[in-house]
């Protein structure tokens, strides 16, 4: 009667859980380890961007690093939890502009290109961030 | 005359220094169409010119050459555009008779127009808001040889048409790669685009016109795509065919944008199966 309950309760416990997540994305940016390479690559990017870099200065870089990796992974399918800032609140008081959204954007493209991100992967994630302008900028 | 080339050159210059903003991404800005407005060759997209975004100014420079079986049009012309909002642009284009000059005997072997255009973006994004970008134009035509055109049945020459027109990038939208859909309609009554005046002893009413391009992004700087072009029928000596092309876009930078097409422009008047080669050249700030 017992291991008659246990097995109900294991099934109704699989059945509750979603079904398997796609992480193809996740899997086609180098999983942790490439999404880690893109974001760095952005990072230096942006850094040598006279476009923007003025928003990323007197800011804890290595944070920002950890929680955007945490955020491509599960945008990108991967299993990992995003602990950061809402994006509405991360952006507050910068007051950026669609050309600053776009500026981030190429940057990324050009990281995820040296990474050797195949081009459906890369529209795959801009579209999954893309919907993000709106929470982004005017802040 | 030795001094024209340097001009054009220290004009470059001057364009390319001026800190003319590149705040939209790479293609975003079109080409620009045989009437100066940004879109692809033969018609307009919702999209202005340059790669201005808010608050800032964009602007092209842009050649153009058609070569079919007997005809050659040339275009030249610019658009500037502020606040990826609002789109003003010149073209001027001459349209070389040939062939049909040479059998008729014609009085002039070239005709040529003047188009001024004005484009507003109404509402949405090309790539980002719940919208498709959505933009109204008019474009105000003045034939300048309007002697043969006369003499054929056109009813005056000079005119003004309006279209409106919805671009969007679906990113990954064509397995995986980008697609940029693009449709609209103009309200017009010119005849091959004006080069022929506008209206004529068949119609002299503006007709609602269909066009539409279908483009896919290969990577951010090169697109292949087709358009197609409604095109009224009011002159009684010829029929004139819609056009179509198929076409190739190189974006290299936000500076440059070559256009290479191959065009299907059917009768045009009275000589049948214009197909010829379409190439763009055109400079951004």
């Known amino acids: 009667m017992r291991s008659l309950l246990l097995v109900v309760v294991f099934t109704l416990a699989a059945c509750a859980q979603q079904p398997a997540k796609d992480d193809s994305l996740y899997r086609d940016l180098g999983e942790q380890a490439g999404i880690t390479r893109i974001v760095e690559g952005m990072l230096l990017n942006i850094a040598a961007d006279p476009r923007i870099v003025r928003h990323f200065e007197n800011i804890d870089i290595v944070r920002l690093r950890d929680k955007l990796v945490e955020q491509i992974c599960v945008e990108a399918g991967g299993p990992c939890t995003y602990t950061g800032d809402s994006m509405e609140e991360s952006h507050k008081g910068q007051n950026l502009t669609p050309s600053d959204f776009n500026a981030l954007v190429e940057n990324l493209q050009d990281a995820m290109s040296a990474q050797g991100v195949p081009m459906p992967a890369q529209n795959r994630l801009l579209a999954r961030l893309a919907p993000m302008r709106a929470q982004v900028i005017d802040r | ?285």
Not at chain 2, 58 to 85: H, K, P, S
Not at chain 2, 135 to 149: A, C
Request: one cysteine or more; aromatic letters at 10%.
């Open chain 2, 1 to 285: 005359m030795t001094q024209l080339p340097r001009c054009i050159a220290l004009l470059f210059g001057l364009l390319a220094n001026l800190a003319w903003a590149d705040g939209r991404l790479l293609a975003t800005g079109g080409a620009s169409s045989i009437e100066g407005a940004a879109g692809g060759g033969i018609t307009p997209w919702a999209v202005l010119s340059g790669y201005g975004e808010r608050g800032e100014w964009g602007a092209d420079v842009f050649a153009t050459r058609v070569e079919t079986a007997d005809y050659r049009l040339d275009v030249a012309g610019i658009g500037v555009a502020f606040d990826n909002r609002i789109e003003l642009s010149y073209a001027r284009q001459r349209f070389d008779l040939g062939t049909l000059a040479r059998n008729l005997n014609l009085p002039e072997n070239s005709l040529s127009q003047d188009i001024f255009g004005l484009k507003v973006r109404l509402f949405g994004d090309l790539i980002y808001d719940q919208l498709p970008q959505v933009s109204l134009g008019i474009q105000h035509k003045r034939q300048k040889d309007f002697l043969i055109p006369s003499l054929v049945g056109a009813q005056r020459s000079e005119d003004t048409e309006g279209y409106i027109t919805a671009s969007r990038l679906i990113l990954g939208g064509a397995f995986g790669y980008n697609l940029l859909l693009n449709g609209g309609v103009r309200y017009s009554r010119a005849n091959e685009l004006g080069l022929l005046g506008f209206g004529g002893d068949r119609r002299d009413r503006h007709s609602v016109l269909k066009e539409g391009s279908v483009a896919v992004l290969f990577n951010p700087r090169w697109a292949l795509g087709v358009e197609y072009r409604e095109k009224p029928d009011n002159l009684g000596f010829a029929g004139e065919s819609d056009w179509a092309d198929l076409f190739l876009g190189y974006f290299p930078n936000k500076n440059l944008a070559v256009v290479l097409a191959y065009a299907r422009l059917g009768e045009i008047a009275t000589l049948d199966n214009q197909d010829g080669v379409y190439l763009s050249v055109q400079g951004s700030f």
